[in-house]
């Protein structure tokens, strides 16, 4: 009976648990994270703060999904050492466990710069953990004063989710526009006056220079006095076991398609590799729920001697605001569409005759059609793309991609 | 697996599947009541130009991207058919944003709607298919091809 260890019991843990046993149901399974919980949407802690979720309905893949599946699950044991010529792990708990298979499945941190005096500040958070978001729900009531660094996606889900718990909420970033990362200077501003009009105070292209106790001084010069600061300004692959271990490292473990890191009998997946974003042409990181969804899935399965390959990657996140939806796919290339109004907006982008990449605010009727447009490479001259450009349907594919897709399975 | 098929040569561009489907999953027994004043949210949409028409609906797909990337764990396979957990949806709209058949949307609650097979809705067979007029719409085992 083979051994698997399973580092991480997150999204890409859980997914290669299932990857495992879609091939071996008989081999030994342990998972080991250092959080206090495991298998629940990782993205739902800004809709539990916000109500639209519990404890129960978060978990991922059902309450007793480790044990349907026959895994041990050991929380609050962090992995401190790999020995991939030994074949073993030491564990915080100082005991050591020998695998045949290992896939790190560790995710990202949340990383925060020195600021001056920081230190003092009692109630700050980061905004990436279950365990952040029951802290918040204690350290925040109707009066409190909330500050959050970083207007990406997290610092913006987290304020969207104390709005109406809290007394007030600002958002600063040192970027110029509201989810840097995913938009753009034509689109960003939509967002932006959508965000102000729900209550949210932006403080964009300003950050915090220094804490004097509960007041931060800002960049511009301007004061912030707040009760609770979260710092939400990007994550990082957690990595550094891989890199010690001897693993090519580059922002995150480096994988092949098949999910195998540089060291033989050690897979990697999920938010702390770095793989093919296939929209790109180059490796970089795809750090959303789905992309670790089918990482994890594909290690599982090669480790238990199947062969899955993940050679579709990109980057593709759909998330809302106060109602506003708002996707973004691949890479950014030259604009073919542009459609920009008050209430939202659609940007396409291709190069070389294939779909690279699209922002999507307000109307996000069947954007899959887009987003398959890129991860199939669909030669834009095989459909009738002038149409498709406007709206999205299956029409100018053609009868005989119709034929396949709907009257075959698929 | 069954699953329902669309033939389009056959589609008469009716619409009748829509309002079919509406009413299966309105938990209402008289039709009128069910449907008449209101916006409707079929999860099988007619499409196409003066030529051509068809329906569309989830292909209940053997490897499932939708259920992969549901940030909630909402969708999920049942014995193969891929189902929604519907009070466990935040209405992200990953599904809508993956699938590549434009084959799910929201609700009017926001959270996402789709064809679960009449499954569970105590129809026992798929309504657009029981009741297309011409045919068009099957529900039949046909090959798993391979993708
Ligand atoms: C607030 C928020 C909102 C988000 N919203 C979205 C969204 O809308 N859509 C989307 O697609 N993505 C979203 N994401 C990103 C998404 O959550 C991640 O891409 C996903 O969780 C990655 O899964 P993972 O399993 O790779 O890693 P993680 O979920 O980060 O899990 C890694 C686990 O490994 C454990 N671990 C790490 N090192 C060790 C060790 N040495 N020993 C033991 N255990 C270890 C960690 O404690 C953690 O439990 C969001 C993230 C956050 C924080
Ligand atoms: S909703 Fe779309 S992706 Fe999901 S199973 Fe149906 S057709 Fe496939
Ligand atoms: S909208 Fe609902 S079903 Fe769709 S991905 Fe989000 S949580 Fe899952």
């Not at chain 1, 539990?48 to 519990?54: R, S």
């Not at chain 1, 006095?225 to 001897?246: E, H, Y």
């Not at chain 2, 434009?102 to 657009?128: Q, T, V």
């Amino acid at each position: 009976m083979k051994k698997y260890v399973i580092i991480g019991g997150s999204i890409a843990g859980v997914s290669c648990v299932e990857g495992i046993r879609s091939i071996d149901p008989e081999g030994e399974i342990t998972v080991i994270t250092s959080e206090a919980h495991s298998n629940y949407g990782r993205p739902l802690i800004s809709y539990y703060l916000e109500g639209k979720t519990d404890l129960v309905r978060m978990s991922w893949r059902g309450a007793d999904f480790f044990e349907r599946n026959g895994v041990t699950v050991l929380h609050e044991v962090s992995v401190t050492k790999l020995d991939p010529e030994g074949q073993k792990l030491t564990l915080s708990t100082g005991a050591a466990l020998p695998y045949d298979e290992v896939c790190l499945c560790t995710g990202s941190y949340p990383f925060s710069p020195k600021f001056e005096g920081l230190e003092p500040v009692e109630k700050r958070f980061f905004f990436t953990t279950l365990a952040d978001a029951l802290a918040l729900e204690k350290a925040v009531d109707r009066l409190t004063k909330v500050l959050i660094i970083g207007a990406g996606f997290i610092g913006l889900k987290c304020a969207e989710g104390l709005r109406d718990r809290a007394g007030s909420v600002t958002v600063c970033d040192l970027a110029k526009h509201a989810m840097s990362a995913n938009l753009d200077a034509d689109c960003a501003p939509i967002l932006e006056k959508h965000l102000e009009a729900n209550g949210l105070r932006l403080m964009l292209g300003d950050t915090v220079v220094r804490f004097e106790g509960q007041r931060a001084v800002m960049q511009s010069g301007k004061i912030v006095d707040f009760d609770v600061l979260v710092i939400a300004i990007g994550t990082r692959p957690n990595s550094a076991l891989a890199a010690q271990a001897g693993a090519k490292v580059n922002r995150g473990i480096l994988v092949d398609e098949a999910m195998r890191t540089s060291l033989p009998g050690v897979f990697a997946a999920g938010d702390c590799t770095e793989s093919m974003d296939i929209s790109a042409g180059e490796p970089g990181l795809l750090a959303v729920l789905p992309n670790a969804s089918l990482q994890g899935r594909c290690a599982g399965v090669n480790m238990a001697g199947g062969s899955d390959t993940f050679r579709k990657g990109i980057k593709m996140n759909s998330i809302g605001f106060f109602g506003l939806h708002i996707m973004s796919a691949g890479t950014y290339t030259e604009p073919v569409y542009t459609e920009i109004t008050e209430q939202g907006c659609k940007k396409l982008f291709a190069r070389d005759g294939v779909l690279t990449g699209f922002i999507l605010l307000g109307d996000v009727h069947r954007a899959g059609i887009y987003t398959s447009l890129i991860r199939e490479k669909t030669p834009l001259d095989s459909i009738r793309f002038d149409e498709v450009k406007l709206d999205p349907s299956l029409l100018p594919f053609g009868r005989s991609y119709r034929a396949k897709k709907l009257g075959g399975a698929v | 697996m069954k699953r329902v098929y669309v033939n389009e040569e056959w589609c008469l561009g009716c619409h009748l599947c829509e309002y079919n489907c509406a009413f299966a999953n309105s938990g209402e027994s008289d039709m009128v009541k069910a449907l008449k004043g209101k916006t409707l949210y079929p999860r099988i949409h007619v499409e196409g130009d003066e030529q051509i028409t068809y329906a569309v609906s989830c292909r209940h797909c053997a490897d499932p991207l939708c259920v992969r990337s549901c940030i909630s764990g909402a969708l999920h396979l049942e014995e193969g058919a891929v189902c929604i957990s519907r009070d466990k949806c935040v209405g992200c709209l990953t599904c809508v944003l993956v699938c590549p058949y434009g084959a799910i949307a929201p609700g009017p609650d926001g959270a996402a709607l789709k064809c679960e097979l009449c499954l569970s809705n105590g129809r026992g067979e798929p309504a657009c298919a029981a009741g297309c007029p011409n045919r068009a719409i099957v529900y039949e085992e046909r090959g798993e091809e391979s993708r």
